[in-house]
Structure formats: structure tokens, C-alpha cells
């Protein structure tokens, strides 16, 4: 996806300016008037099976429209009371945060939002967590033993990682992490931190999965993913069949910081009540078991544990402070990123 593209279909640009790039006129099912329709910016793969298990466990007629989450953050905002959307399952806060900015969230139960870890729901109870995802830095042991004791990513700028550092530029999580920089160092400690990150001369891949292999084979040294990469690495070629291991910063630092998956009722719809009982079954202990191990994501419900993966406790991580509502700014990301020339 080109800049121009993703600044387009990115929720926070089209706050201002909305398009009609996924509009319902894009061949897809019609939506039903009667079903609980579910707007997934979760990819398909990832999700289908729980969302399939939702409809069989709960009766409740599902229907849902797959995209990217700022996609179909733009296409909620550009609806509005208009649309058909029940349910907003997003791959991450900031676009939740804008559609809820722009009131299109219901305000959702305190039995819900207290279900989940501290932390893990909406201040304005607006959203709710359904699943956890943290930054680490992969590393190759016989390159780099030293990112063991790593507490702030602003280590791998160091310039004995010149050529050495592998990224995958237009993946979100990754532009999630530069607005967790922005947020926390401001627009110019921000810019600063990239242009020097430029100028170590980071490789870039297509996405975060060729960015572990690339340190796995000793391409690099060391790269920047999330944690259930190399989770599901191990699962399937086993602990001795990968070379690649990942260190938690654990620190209130950008370079650790935790994002969600989450889910927001919209404003207005005639399916609440269906939608509300979808809310509380993916936060019920089969929906919490289902993304520890199907996806490696960690639960955000206290007391479930994966049986597939041996996931380090989220709440023994310690991770970036910054509020998850303030990474809804995507295109000044996408912006500053085109700017230091990262795209």
C-alpha cells in the first residue's frame, strides 16, 4: 500500500476528509438487517474460528465485513447513523480511539470493561481489550548476546547495528510503535529518533514474518516484531528448530509497548443486545483461550492461560505507559515517516 493510499483509508485522516474507498457497493454480501453485523479489522484467518464458535455457542445470526481496521474505522465514521455495523472488532486502540472520539461508541457495562486486566478497557468505557500483543526485539544469540540486557529500543540505534537491523516499514504494528514515539518524545524527538534509525541503514522486509526469518538465517542481527511471531515460530518447527530469540524491553519505553485487539458496540444499534452477549463471550474463558493459542496473543481476562504456548504473563510485563486512545493519529505518522524517508 502506497503512502498516498494509507493516508487516504487511515481512520485519523478521515476524521476530516472520509472516502468511499470501502463502501458497501465493493461486491461483497449484502449486510442483513437482522444479523449481528460485525465491522473486522482483524484479519479473517486469525479470527474466523471464533467468530464461527460465537454464532454456534450464542445462536445469534453473525454476519461480517473483513478489512483493514482504519479502513473500516473511515467507512464507520463516514456512515454514521446510517450504518448497518453492530459490532467494531479492531486490530488495534488507535482506530477504536477515533471512532469512539467521534461518538459513534456505546458506552459499554462496568460488569464488562471490569472483566479485563487493569488498564486493558477504554477510561470512557467506550471499548474493551479482547486480546494483547507486545513489541520485542528478535535477536540473533551469536550476533548480538547484548540485547539481553536492552531496557529502551533507543539502544538499537547504536551504530555498531549499522546494516544489521531488520523492520517491516508499512506494517501497522510498526507504525503503531513510531506514533507510541511520537506520543512519548513529541513530533521532533520523535523525527530525531527515525533519522537516526535511517541512518543506521535499517533492512527493510514486507512484513513482521520475513523480519524474523531474516534474523533467524543471521541476515541481521537483530529486528523489531511483536511477540506471537516467534511464538508461533517455536509451535511449529519447535524450540531447537529456531535460532531467533526475542527480548521484552519491560520498561516504560516505546519499544515495549503493549497494544490490543478490542471491540466497541456501535452507537445507536438495533442489535445491542446481540452484540453485548459477543463482547462478553470473546472475553469469556473460551474466547480468552481461543487468541492465547490459536493466535498466541496474550488473554486480557485474569486467570487464563495458554495451553499451547508458554506466553511470559502479561502482567510481568511492564510496558509503555502511554495512553492506547492517543495512537488514533496514524496519518501524521504516515506523514513523519514520508518526511525522514522510512516509507
Known amino acids: 500500500m502506497t503512502l498516498r493510499r494509507a493516508l487516504a483509508v487511515s481512520a485519523a485522516a478521515l476524521l476530516a476528509l472520509t472516502t468511499a474507498a470501502c463502501g458497501q457497493d465493493d461486491g461483497q454480501e449484502p449486510l442483513s438487517d437482522d444479523a449481528l453485523v460485525i465491522y473486522s479489522g482483524r484479519n479473517e484467518n486469525l479470527v474466523k474460528g471464533i467468530l464461527d464458535q460465537l454464532e454456534e455457542r450464542t445462536g445469534i445470526d453473525v454476519q461480517v465485513r473483513y478489512g483493514t481496521s482504519s479502513e473500516l474505522a473511515a467507512q464507520l465514521l463516514e456512515e454514521g447513523e446510517g450504518t448497518k455495523a453492530d459490532l467494531f472488532f479492531s486490530q488495534d486502540a488507535g482506530a477504536l480511539g477515533a471512532v469512539a472520539k467521534a461518538g459513534r461508541l456505546e458506552t459499554l457495562p462496568a460488569a464488562t470493561l471490569d472483566r479485563v486486566q487493569e488498564g486493558f478497557a477504554d477510561d470512557g468505557q467506550k471499548w474493551v481489550a479482547t486480546s494483547a500483543r507486545a513489541r520485542v526485539i528478535a535477536y540473533d544469540p551469536a550476533q548480538a548476546p547484548e540485547v539481553t540486557e536492552m531496557t529502551t529500543v533507543d539502544a ?59 534474523v533467524d538465517s543471521g541476515q541481521v542481527a537483530l529486528g523489531l516484531v511483536n511477540h506471537y511471531y516467534w511464538y508461533e515460530r517455536v509451535a511449529e518447527k519447535g524450540a531447537s528448530g529456531v535460532k531467533v530469540e526475542i527480548h521484552f524491553l519491560n520498561a516504560d519505553d516505546p519499544g515495549a509497548l503493549v497494544n490490543v485487539a478490542g471491540v466497541g458496540v456501535i452507537a445507536g444499534s438495533p442489535q445491542k443486545d446481540a452484540a453485548l452477549k459477543a463482547v462478553d463471550f470473546l472475553l469469556s474463558a473460551e474466547g480468552q483461550r481461543y487468541f492465547a493459542d490459536e493466535t498466541a496473543e496474550y488473554p486480557v481476562v485474569p486467570g487464563i492461560e495458554s495451553t499451547k504456548h508458554d506466553l511470559v504473563p502479561l502482567e510481568q510485563l511492564k510496558g509503555s505507559s502511554v495512553d492506547l486512545n492517543q495512537l488514533d493519529s496514524l496519518d501524521q505518522t504516515l506523514a513523519l515517516l514520508d518526511e525522514v524517508g522510512l516509507t
Open 156 to 214: 538499537v540505534l547504536d551504530p555498531k547495528y549499522k546494516g544489521r537491523i531488520g523492520f517491516a516499514p508499512t506494517n501497522a504494528s510498526f507504525q503503531t510503535f513510531v506514533t507510541a514515539l511520537r506520543v512519548t518524545k513529541g513530533e521532533d524527538g520523535a523525527r530525531e529518533w527515525l533519522e537516526k534509525f535511517k541512518a543506521n541503514e535499517p533492512k527493510a522486509f514486507d512484513n513482521n514474518i520475513l523480519v524474523l526469518d531474516a
